[in-house]
């Protein structure tokens, strides 16, 4: 059944946008002005464009941030006793974004026509994931709505914090190396060129650092070396996204085996892991349909290749902690947490007490590679100019012999 999106207006001044289920544009309209709307535009959603030209960006795209706040103000609503259609309309009115303003109406709408919640927000899996939606379930099923948001909005925000703990410790490194790279191919481009014609005349044998950054020099002056490097680059990025290579695997696999980088990665995939698989064991979530909704937060294709074995184990009627002992990148520490809860009846409690640990571990982790990362890059700056440097000054030391 096609979606067809429109304007109509409700009373003399309202306007109100959103999307509707209909077999034709006819009967859509017909779907409105039955409900005691005026159309203004009635356009299937294939045809309609965003504001970038892309058929129902609008309606597809908002941002994280975006999302965090719904589900807070979303919650605080709930937790007062707001009714979710008369919550849902506030946040609709409220919200700076076009684009999140047209999801909660056609939501909205949905859910005023006998749809649950869940089932309205399924209808939009980029922007609502299977842990949202799933939990989301489980709240309107035990009446818990308002907890489940606010269990919600807190892991968003720990996600959050955590990210941005990642992107500042990258921040000044990636600065440093963005500007060291701009500083040596100024000095290569620019700078080198004039400065090494006063040796090409020698007759001498110039020092092999100097015919070194000669032979670079005059590379980088040739257009056909930077056509060589883009086209190297996109044939770079057309073998990673070509389908059924093993490329993306191959680098995720180097990564993982990297001191640092790969400690790192597993525990935050883990964290995740164990804070999702927690949460929708605690509010009811059986636990095989837990381990598959968990599953698709971790993003490394060989940590959830390995996590993907769990369900197999679960079959065969072993315990939670017995199915993980089988999995290579969960730790004896996890498993035994894990045994303890299930053995009282906390498998959920453990599972979000893993996850604070990883959470824990991989702020560490980070703090030391940040520590680490910026002199390394400050070094090997230094020393690619000091080679320039060394290259420029070594036939005047050497004057004397060359001429």
């Known amino acids: 059944m096609p979606t067809f999106r429109y304007t109509v207006k409700k009373g003399p001044q309202e306007i109100l946008e959103g999307m509707l289920d209909a077999e034709s544009r006819a009967q859509a ?49 709930m937790r007062s006793g707001v009714p979710i ?12 974004s076009a684009g999140l303003r047209r999801l909660l109406d056609q939501v909205t709408e949905s859910v005023r026509q006998g749809e649950t919640l869940s089932d309205s927000l399924s209808k939009w899996p980029k922007v609502f994931s ?12 035990g009446g818990i709505l308002d907890v489940v948001l606010d269990r919600l909005a807190i892991q968003a925000e720990r996600e959050e914090t955590l990210r941005a703990k990642v992107q500042a410790a990258v921040a000044y490194p990636a600065f440093v190396a963005l500007t060291g790279v701009g500083t040596i191919i100024f000095l290569l481009t ?18 092999f650092a100097t015919r070194a950054l000669l032979a670079v020099t005059h590379n980088m002056a040739n257009p056909l070396f930077w056509l060589a490097i883009g086209a190297a680059g996109l ?40 804070r999702s698989f927690g949460l929708l064991i605690d509010h009811g979530i059986s636990v095989m349909q837990a381990v598959s909704v968990s ?53 959920g409690e453990a599972l979000t007490e893993v996850a604070n640990f990883y959470e824990r571990e991989a702020e560490r982790t980070l703090q030391v590679t940040a520590a680490l990362l910026e002199p390394a890059m400050i070094l090997m700056v230094g020393a690619v100019v000091g080679w320039i440097v060394m290259a420029v000054l070594l036939p005047v030391f050497e004057l004397g012999s060359i001429v």
Request: net charge positive; hydrophobic share 45%.
């Open 29 to 77: 309209i017909a779907t409105l002005t039955g409900q005691g709307y005026t159309p203004v535009r009635v356009q299937e959603a294939a045809q309609a464009k965003g504001r970038f030209g892309i058929a129902g960006f609008d309606m597809e795209y908002v941002s994280r941030k975006q999302l965090n706040i719904f589900t807070r103000q979303f919650a605080s609503l």
């Open 190 to 207: 620019f700078v080198m060129p004039r400065l090494l014609k006063l040796f090409e005349n020698f007759h001498g044998k110039l020092p």
């Open 295 to 347: 599953l698709t937060v971790v993003r490394h294709p060989l940590i959830r290749a390995e996590l993907e074995r769990l369900p197999g184990y679960l079959q065969q009627g072993s315990s939670l902690a017995d199915a993980m002992r089988q999995i290579r990148e969960v730790s004896p520490f996890v498993v035994n947490t894990v045994a303890v809860g299930e053995e009282a009846g906390k498998a």
């Open 235 to 274: 044939a770079a990025v057309a073998l990673w996204r070509a389908p059924g290579l093993r490329l993306k695997h191959i680098a995720a696999r180097l990564l993982l085996r990297m001191p640092v980088i790969g400690t790192l990665i597993r525990q935050m995939e883990l964290g995740r892991f164990a």
């Open 130 to 141: 299977p842990l949202y939606r799933n939990l989301i379930r489980a709240g309107e099923i």
């Open 85 to 96: 259609l008369r919550a849902m309309t506030i946040l609709s009115e409220q919200t700076t």
